[in-house]
Nanobody, 119 residues
Framework: QVQLVESGGGLVQPGGSLRLSCVASGLTFSRYVMSWYRQVPGKERELVAAIVTLGGGTNYADSVKGRFTISRDNVKNTVYLQMISLKPEDTAVYYC????????????WGQGTQVTVSS
């Protein structure tokens, strides 16, 4: 059974930092592209950042470039999202997603973690 468990969300002031973690189990982690998405009520879920398995190539939404960094540890089966210079518009539920490189239909989601940026 595949599980993705996110942690690290919370309340932070504008300009602050948070690091999200997502621990995966039940899959061969190195064979999956790992992504972070976020969603606010009434809007579609949007891609924040992604990291491929081989070579660790990354992709970011324009709104977070230069502020967020995605990384992965294939030994710990964990993907991270380091967020700095947080803005109120970063407030959302953040979800971890795993996509199999050999079969894009093979996709799993975590339960989400709330990030609130407010003074």
């Amino acid at each position: 059974q595949v599980q993705l468990v996110e942690s690290g969300g919370g309340l932070v002031q504008p300009g602050g930092s948070l690091r999200l973690s997502c621990v995966a189990s039940g899959l061969t982690f190195s064979r999956y592209v790992m992504s972070w998405y976020r969603q606010v009520p009434g809007k579609e879920r949007e891609l924040v950042a992604a990291i491929v398995t081989l070579g660790g190539g990354t992709n970011y939404a324009d709104s977070v470039k230069g502020r967020f960094t995605i990384s992965r540890d294939n030994v710990k089966n964990t993907v991270y999202l380091q967020m700095i210079s947080l803005k109120p518009e970063d407030t959302a539920v953040y979800y971890c997603k795993a996509t199999n490189l050999g079969n894009f239909a093979n996709t799993y989601w975590g339960q989400g973690t709330q990030v609130t940026v407010s003074s």
